[in-house]
């Protein structure tokens, strides 16, 4: 039995004096700190969101009420870039970049179906916008760069530049200009597979890679699209010449969508070659 009339009244001072209760409080403690930041944070979180979904909603309205202010978007990235030298590290062009992006809706198109008639329309719209040649602003950013000549063009192998198609491989040479063609290849009955319509370019039969790409463009040829890089660049290498040498190259590629990424396409090289600028 307990002797009640011996224990302490339950005083503030000696109900936390005691080891277990103590115990218990620091552990409330604890336990209360870290749920309220939590809270907090939580809270800051889904206010940003909300935030931050009335600001993308209010630009969407602009494009609505005034389109003008995206062409202006547009023309402040453009500007901005252009007076970076095409670095798109500067942090004027990235402000532009988020300014103009807040305008895009990635939604913008899709239904949310995931049926075959619904990736079919979505894929038919990514090649019609896809469709036409395509010239890189930004200075190129590819793997591997050695550094900037003099006039600050990016330098490159010969093998870097050209994925490994064009030789020799350690030429160095610099950029000065980047196109991209994308195009619709004329489309004829294939010769090795009768009945078949396949994709033919400079009257040659389209060579390609075993596996996936190949099942997908036999089910439907008439999705593929030329793919090239058109580069202009100079020969700066004293193994090879001794003096500097202007040239073009063309890395051909082609291009199909990805049916299991509506937003991606599936690309592949077959070849490339290089000439004399004059």
């Given at each position: 039995?307990?002797?009640?009339?011996?224990?302490?009244?339950?005083?503030?001072?000696?109900?936390?004096?005691?080891?277990?209760?103590?115990?218990?409080?620091?552990?409330?403690?604890?336990?209360?700190?870290?749920?309220?930041?939590?809270?907090?944070?939580?809270?800051?979180?889904?206010?940003l969101r909300?935030?931050?979904?009335?600001k993308?909603?209010q630009k969407?309205?602009?494009?609505v009420?005034?389109p003008e202010?995206?062409?202006q978007a547009?023309?402040?990235?453009?500007?901005?870039?252009?007076?970076a030298?095409?670095?798109?590290?500067?942090?004027?062009?990235?402000?532009?970049y988020?300014?103009?992006s807040?305008?895009?809706?990635?939604?913008?198109?899709?239904?949310?179906?995931?049926?075959?008639?619904?990736?079919?329309?979505s894929?038919d719209?990514?090649?019609?916008?896809?469709?036409?040649?395509w010239?890189?602003?930004?200075?190129?950013?590819?793997?591997g760069c050695?550094?900037?000549?003099a006039?600050?063009?990016?330098?490159?192998?010969?093998?870097?530049?050209?994925?490994g198609?064009?030789?020799?491989?350690?030429?160095?040479?610099s950029?000065?200009d980047?196109?991209?063609?994308?195009?619709?290849?004329?489309f004829?009955k294939?010769?090795?597979?009768?009945?078949?319509?396949?994709?033919?370019i400079?009257?040659?039969?389209?060579?390609l890679?075993?596996?996936?790409?190949?099942t997908?463009?036999?089910?439907?040829?008439?999705k593929?699209?030329v793919y090239?890089?058109?580069?202009?660049?100079?020969?700066?290498?004293?193994r090879?010449?001794?003096?500097?040498?202007?040239?073009f190259m063309?890395?051909?590629?082609?291009t199909?969508p990805?049916?299991?990424?509506?937003q991606?396409?599936?690309?592949?090289?077959?070849?490339?070659r290089?000439?004399?600028?004059?």
């Amino acid at each position: 039995k307990i002797n009640k009339s011996a224990l302490p009244a339950p005083t503030m001072g000696n109900l936390f004096s005691s080891p277990s209760l103590s115990a218990v409080a620091a552990a409330a403690a604890s336990l209360f700190v870290p749920a309220a930041i939590a809270l907090l944070i939580f809270r800051r979180t889904k206010a940003l969101r909300s935030a931050n979904r009335d600001k993308a909603v209010q630009k969407r309205e602009r494009i609505v009420l005034a389109p003008e202010a995206t062409t202006q978007a547009k023309e402040t990235f453009l500007t901005e870039l252009i007076l970076a030298n095409g670095d798109t590290e500067n942090h004027k062009v990235q402000v532009a970049y988020e300014d103009l992006s807040a305008f895009y809706d990635v939604d913008a198109g899709s239904s949310g179906s995931d049926d075959g008639q619904t990736r079919d329309s979505s894929s038919d719209t990514m090649l019609q916008s896809l469709e036409g040649t395509w010239r890189q602003l930004s200075m190129p950013t590819f793997p591997g760069c050695l550094g900037n000549n003099a006039a600050g063009d990016r330098q490159y192998t010969m093998g870097r530049m050209s994925f490994g198609v064009l030789k020799p491989s350690d030429m160095v040479v610099s950029i000065q200009d980047v196109n991209n063609p994308v195009y619709a290849p004329l489309f004829r009955k294939s010769a090795l597979s009768p009945g078949a319509l396949v994709p033919f370019i400079d009257g040659k039969e389209v060579r390609l890679p075993e596996g996936r790409i190949k099942t997908l463009v036999r089910e439907d040829p008439t999705k593929v699209r030329v793919y090239t890089f058109l580069v202009s660049f100079t020969i700066e290498d004293d193994r090879y010449c001794n003096r500097p040498i202007e040239g073009f190259m063309e890395n051909r590629g082609y291009t199909l969508p990805d049916p299991d990424h509506t937003q991606r396409m599936l690309v592949w090289f077959t070849g490339g070659r290089f000439w004399p600028r004059y």
